[in-house]
């Protein structure tokens, strides 16, 4: 089932270390969120992956914190391998990402705000733009999802033994979002009835196969049939 970009880890927000056509994580792993810590003005949990990731790492451990009067949220990494390795670091998204000319920041833009990503740590680290589609080691089923409409903002690390990897999320001002109402022809609209042919409803001789009502319609000058074109009536 590994094969399948979605179960990946690839395919989540997190860390693969030194990819291959392998799982990328151990599948019966068991980890734990020790400390969890909230407070009026920050909080964040730490998990210890080291087992999921024993076969790369010696240590791997990752905090996601609630920061900055909890206005912005940062994941960090502390990351030690077993010998120089390449790291790759995802964030998928269906915004647009624009990358600043260092890369050290990027925006992801949706229609009703933005939010900043800041390279923190290290200092040589850049950010990238990509597919959400698998790396070339990885496999790639012809049957699996295509992921359209998602891109993922990466990072990649090479020769790395030992390292601290920190990236920053701040959430720009929200934008109204415009909900369209129904459409009107406004309270003063009147047809033009000296060109026009006019048609008004008074009252009807019979009736079968359903029921027509006489009703009053905004800009009409009378009024008007409703439900006369329902299936079967006469």
Not at 136 to 150: A, L, R, T
Request: with cysteine; glycine share 8%; net charge positive.
């Amino acid at each position: 089932h590994h094969d399948f970009y979605r179960i990946r880890p690839e395919g989540h927000n997190t860390l693969v270390i030194n990819p291959t056509h392998g799982p990328g994580q151990g599948a019966k792993a068991v980890t734990r969120i020790d400390p969890f810590v909230s407070q009026a003005d920050a909080a964040s949990a730490t998990v210890d992956l080291s087992p999921a990731y024993k076969d790369e790492a010696k240590r791997l451990v990752r905090k996601v914190a609630l920061v900055n009067q909890r206005k912005a949220a940062e994941i960090s990494d502390e990351i030690e391998c077993w010998e120089p390795s390449v790291l790759w670091w995802f964030a998928h998204t269906k915004a647009q990402i624009a990358l600043s000319g260092d890369g050290r920041t990027a925006m992801l833009t949706m229609p009703q705000a933005d939010l900043k990503a800041e390279l923190v740590e290290p200092a040589h680290g850049r950010f990238l733009s990509m597919a959400a589609a698998p790396l070339p080691s990885s496999p790639n089923p012809d049957i699996q999802n295509k992921n359209s409409g998602f891109r993922k903002l990466a990072i990649v690390l090479s020769n790395t033994v030992k390292t601290r990897l920190v990236v920053r999320f701040t959430p720009g001002p929200a934008r109204e979002k415009i909900v369209a109402g129904p459409a009107s022809l406004g309270t003063d609209f009147r047809p033009w009835l000296e060109k026009a042919a006019l048609v008004e409803a008074e009252a009807f001789s019979g009736q079968e196969g359903g029921a027509v009502e006489v009703t009053v319609k905004v800009a009409n000058s009378g009024k008007s049939f409703k439900g006369w074109d329902n299936p079967g009536h006469a």
